[in-house]
């Protein structure tokens, strides 16, 4: 493996060891943005599932930036020179992975559903887990809620994209929600939140210009909140969930709307003490909007009361913030080091 | 007034003269657009506030399609030439010549606000009203709830663009609506529905690869949404409006939300049922794009329901069914023309 | 098959039955858009390769305008039922479907490229021709240049998109170009250019925010403008011509670099007097943009000479005049109608 | 002024005090991105040509992550506080600015055109220059050229942004090309080019699905390429210069066209070999695409030869490259750091 320039982006000193297992889509490219210039990982493994390729074969804006054979996974061969993995597999084949690797001592960080869900609700979305020893080892890697859990586990569930915008802006208000009256969200993405892989759908002529809802009041993002929401709150709230997509390459915007107990809440001063330590938190007046945390790490948060309604509106980059960003943000803290050590923090504006 | 190549795509039978006030927006080109193929209008009069200029000039894409000299409007000149004017003009301005014009003679599609609201609703969000007299005479003009008065009036106030594409998905359902909990409305608007007038919001820069919310739970549509469903239905209903904008030139999407009085509707069948004889409403059973009604006066509509949970999902073009094309089939049904007489029916895609 | 709405938009005297062979793509899409509302086409067939689907699965937007099956295309079943055939076909295919249909006495519009060349040019960038026979009874489908002749023939190659947009823009100045020096052509295309098929370079995340050239100095339009600049003025132009993807749906534009034989000369006079009658070409004294002549038939030009230096900029509706609308234009030459009927004339603008 | 989170990403040696001034538009916004997180440059000024406003109002993306006031700029205070001052001024404004800085004993790096031309082309294109003294002290800022120049000088006069893409493709082959004829060049350009100011043109609704030429064979950068390549080869070129603009935020293509002295040149082999040890240059066998440079300092250029014509294609990230991030790797040299300092290698890609 030979990497340009890297070594006059980092320090000598001792680094952690980590492979990157499904190099090819966007989530897989900007774990690799991230790791390539992070001054304490130092990437020992790039695989994806066919193995045979030059990393920037697949991701050709990596020219003479970063270069080094792409292989054909395998457990055991990780397992021999990284201490720490990053899953960026869909959702049943990361499992398989993530079971070997914990029993080969490597750290975990899976992007994918496995183990974000109880068992149960697991199953009754996606398919049979092949995992359910793991399971209760695996911390929910939201780290403004869980940050002192991932410090000691060894497998983080990366949240999904929309549960992470969701969640940031919703729990703060868990005690004062209404939960007799639904929850309702609006999610709207870009196209990067649709994969790499061509469809109709995807393809430029079909979206540019365009906006259309899918999958509405039944995608597998309900659960996950609707679950983290009882876990953090101890109450059963009804979320009903509606994404879109959108003309836009990068960006995820959440529109929640609900009811609360009690008129004449302060959202902003809420969210303000609620959150006032946390760097990665930026908390608006007015409405935010999606390319401010575009190539950040950020969650955008605005609010609005109207009489009992509560109104939440919040932003990620979908595929940083609401992926791979937070996944290197879990693994810092799985190692020990700071949370957002080598974690960009301009945006990609203009 | 010189007319390219309009005699060749017209019969030479007897026309409505009409005047065309308010040329240099968006609306006003969609007007044009109409008007200039249209078989029974005849356009006789193009005005705007500063006149001076040849209408292919303020629209350039009509260059060898339609010229004429754009006057500085003049509400007597007007009636000199035109039985019948739309009115593309800022509210406030629109009620001046409104008032003047129907003294004249002049039949008036208005598309501004000046009399779509009763007039304290109007005089509380926008401003004092100078044409009392006429509010009462006016009729709303969503042909497809209020055709046959449309046909006995002089003045047609023309919804807003986002009460028609609301009003249209939800107005079916008002029986079964629980008014005691509130109606969230999520729109999404392309900068269209902004206006010509150049500001940072509506630079390329600013919204391209952007989406972001404005006016969230205090835009002026929310009046309007509301008091039309207390007419049709005699209820109050909470109407919480949040409108977005896009980076999208044309179209807009509505996402209701609310509660039902009881489980188990179909809304499908209810909406199929209820436009049954309506030419210019499609009914999905998934899903509705943004941009298959772009450059038709559709309203296309899909609904769902989970539990006592109704979700409804519409789209219109913006600048067309919401505006323009909506003002023409207005005009159509006073002259007792056939409403979608002139109104294309096949839409820009792709 | 059913038709919506289209007796209300057409006369019902005596009209030719045409086939569209090839609906499945943008051109064949834009095909039914011009037919279904042409007064004077009857469409009476609908193919593709597979067949077994209404004609609104393929194209959404056509819902509640226009529905008929569309079947798996027979030349024999074809020459049943219509006098006139689109084909929207790839090249080779095409000619298979244009030799029997011309041998049973239908009138044919090729889309392809099969006709557009002579046989040995043809030959050396395709395939080897399958209907040699037909070759020199074809007539290149350019109405500006071969009017006569397209009305007495029964086969009409419809020209590139490309050449459509560099002929119209240079030929008028063949007899000032100096042929000793290179003619450069720098041309951009919307998306749909590419076609409908999705691939990892129309995916929206790969094209939008991006611009690449693809095949410079090797694209098969290349010798079709080298052919027909040969043919139309008896000399050999050296024709290097370097393609672009933008991301924009529809449109297409040539900027065109060459030297001139003598300095002073004026382009703008040379296209006005040269396209003084043709209602379909506008000549502009300012650099043209690319969406002015969309959803029309309208080829924009704009020409400067500096010293001897002559630059041409030329812009159409790639999938209209550079495909559908040139080919409808063309049939109603074929068919003794006038060349514009029921061809749009009003741009998709905004 | 107060600088969140800086103290993290800075060593703390000693560092060179900046200032930038002219931070409003786009160039300063990526000015400011590159100087927080730089290692060695500590921000000590930020000003305009207003003040009194916080540098996270104009730049919103900057809240939580950078703040200070930004002060009416005013040349003695600069020098009070700052040993380097970045001027992303207009023209004219800048040279009043930059005399007095270095009369100041502050370097400059001057991002206008003030100082890129010698004194007749400079009045001839531009204005009256006001600061005749320090043109022949300021060294034109384009590294892989002037690397050695820049070291000792205190006025750096940054490139334009075409420019730098047009001449990094095509420096290298100016003893190869054919003098005697013309070389046309046909840029694209990102909106971000036009400017933050609004207007017609930058309006989404106008540049959205569009794109046009502007100043056709007249733009300002067309001397400033011509002299450039004068001054290295000796030769006078006949350059040939029409702009576009694209609907893409940044970026920036140029694809030039031109003849050789003689056949069979071997285009990517000459690049290769020119530009092996500069790190900053990239070399395709295929043409390029304009996203890869992205967000970082990289010129991407591909180039094909057939017979005498030579066709070169490079891109560069506009408003980095073409100018902020030149800027910055300018200001690196002068100070005596490694020239790529602080400089991201990681494209925005996707």
Redesign the interface.
Known sequence: MYVI?KS?LKSDKLKITVALIGASG?TG?ELL?LL??HPKFEITYVGNSEGGIKVEEL???????FSCDVLKSDAKEIAKVAQLAFLALPHKTSMSFAKELLKLGVKVVDLSADYRLKLDTYEKYYCPHEDKKNIPNSVYGLPEFYREQIKDTSLVANPGCYPTATLLGILPFCEFIDEK??I?I?A?S???GAG?K???K?????????????N??MHRHEPEIKEKMKIYSGKNF?I?F?P?L??????E?I?S?M?LKEDGLKPLKILREFYKNE?NI?I?DH??????P??TN?CDIFA?V?GK?L?I?STIDN?LRGSSSQAVANANIMCGF?E?LGIP??????
Not at 287 to 292: G, I, Q
Not at 345 to 350: E, H, Q
């Open positions: 320039r006059n966007y490219l943005k390539i210039v991701h050709p804006s990596l020219k003479s930036v009256y639904p309702f609006d709207k870009g196209v990067s790499k061509c469809s109709s995807t393809h430029f002529v079909s979206i540019d210009e365009n906006i259309f809802a899918y509405p009041l009804d009903n509606v879109h959108l003309p836009i390459i990068r960006g915007m529109d709307y009811l760097p930026r608006y409405p935010v909007d999606m390319k401010s575009s190539g950020f609005k109207v309604k109104y509106n595929i700071e957002n923090i301009i945006a990609y504006v203009p």
